[in-house]
């Protein structure tokens, strides 16, 4: 079955940075575009990043764009996000996520929970 489980998560300092994994079995993983999706403490779902299934197409959220750096290993079946001068805004929990069409997920993760505070 489907399974993406997540990495790296953690405490770190405002400026901060960190680099989460996500490790997919189950599915070709090199056929389909993955997603970073956060949610915030008491907040709802916050889309972070894109990437196609290739690697050839990124995207990202205003809030992370500059900082962040969505990557792949095809290979490896793992999803990458590299998260870099981060905020205390940037803590949540970080899923990703394997896109189904535009904004739209058929398979998440477990989560693995980033909290940015000195």
């Known amino acids: 079955q489907v399974q993406l489980v997540e990495s790296g998560g953690g405490l770190v300092q405002p400026g901060g940075s960190l680099r989460l994994s996500c490790l997919a079995s189950?599915?070709?993983?090199?056929?389909?575009?993955m997603s970073w999706v956060r949610q915030a403490p008491g907040k709802g779902l916050e889309w972070v990043s894109s990437l196609y299934s290739d690697g050839s197409n990124t995207y990202y959220a205003d809030s992370v764009k500059g900082r962040f750096t969505i990557s792949r290993d095809n290979a490896k079946n793992t999803l990458y996000l590299q998260m870099n001068s981060l905020k205390s805004e940037d803590t949540a929990v970080y899923y990703c996520?394997?896109?189904?069409?535009?904004?739209?997920?058929?398979?998440w993760g477990q989560g693995t929970q980033v909290t940015v505070s000195s």
């Open positions: 189950g599915f070709t993983f090199s056929s389909y575009h």
């Open positions: 996520a394997r896109s189904s069409g535009s904004f739209l997920y058929d398979y």
